[in-house]
T-cell receptor, first 113, second 111 residues
Framework: ETGVTQTPRHLVMGMTNKKSLKCEQH?????MYWYKQSAKKPLELMFV???????ENNSVPSRFSPECPNSSHLFLHLHTLQPEDSALYLC????????????FGNGTRLTVT | GENVEQHPSTLSVQEGDSAVIKCTYS??????FPWYKQELGKRPQLIID?????GEKKDQRIAVTLNKTAKHFSLHITETQPEDSAVYFC??????????FGSGTKLNVKP
């Protein structure tokens, strides 16, 4: 159905846990993104990878660690998160040109307890 | 950096009426403006986009207008239907893989 697949769809983790979010795109895109979506706030850009190189790190705390092993896969490693990190985490991909749209995955709903 | 403001935050219309959502941006270098629709529990999906060399674009019941001088762009939905109910996001980009999003408009179409 979608060219961008995220797993898991839902994740509940304690503040001392380590977990990873996974994203895979089948669209032949060369840029991948992590966005955070919180209630009543704009989508917040976290990281951008272009051709597997990180080109944007939007002042994200080090408890979030991205990894892009190839142009089709993107991970977000989570460690010692805070309750305020609970949100919907959206992965997206694009052709990487300034006027090509983002294609989003369905997101991972993260709850930190 | 870019600042995108979106209004209104909520919009309720009767089925068949038109809906208009407005966004302003601050960076005159922004040249690409997509609109996304996000239904409850689903991913944002592109519904229409416009580039800075065009003033208006239409796709069936949806249209987008851009005023570069005033730095604002708007989404117009005509003949609204209940399935149009969703949250709509505008965005602005000047390239370099950076998109700046508005805070969203929750549209409710009453049957």
């Amino acid at each position: 159905e979608t060219g961008v697949t995220q797993t898991p769809r839902h994740l509940v983790m304690g503040m001392t846990n380590k977990k990873s979010l996974k994203c895979e795109q089948h669209l032949g895109h060369n840029a991948m993104y992590w966005y955070k979506q919180s209630a009543k706030k704009p989508l917040e850009l976290m990281f951008v990878y272009s051709l597997e190189e990180r080109v944007e790190n939007n002042s994200v705390p080090s408890r979030f660690s991205p990894e892009c092993p190839n142009s089709s896969h993107l991970f977000l490693h989570l460690h010692t998160l805070q309750p305020e990190d609970s949100a919907l985490y959206l992965c997206a991909s694009s052709h990487g040109t300034g006027d090509s749209p983002l294609h989003f995955g369905n997101g991972t709903r993260l709850t930190v307890t | 950096g870019e600042n995108v403001e979106q209004h209104p935050s909520t919009l309720s219309v009767q089925e068949g009426d038109s809906a208009v959502i407005k966004c302003t941006y601050s960076d005159s270098a922004s040249n690409y403006f997509p609109w996304y629709k996000q239904e409850l529990g689903k991913r944002p999906q592109l519904i229409i986009d416009i580039r800075s060399n065009v003033g208006e674009k239409k796709d069936q019941r949806i249209a987008v207008t851009l005023n570069k001088t005033a730095k604002h762009f708007s989404l117009h939905i005509t003949e609204t239907q209940p399935e149009d109910s969703a949250v709509y996001f505008c965005a602005a980009s000047k390239g370099f893989n950076k998109f700046y999003f508005g805070s969203g408009t929750k549209l409710n179409v009453k049957p």
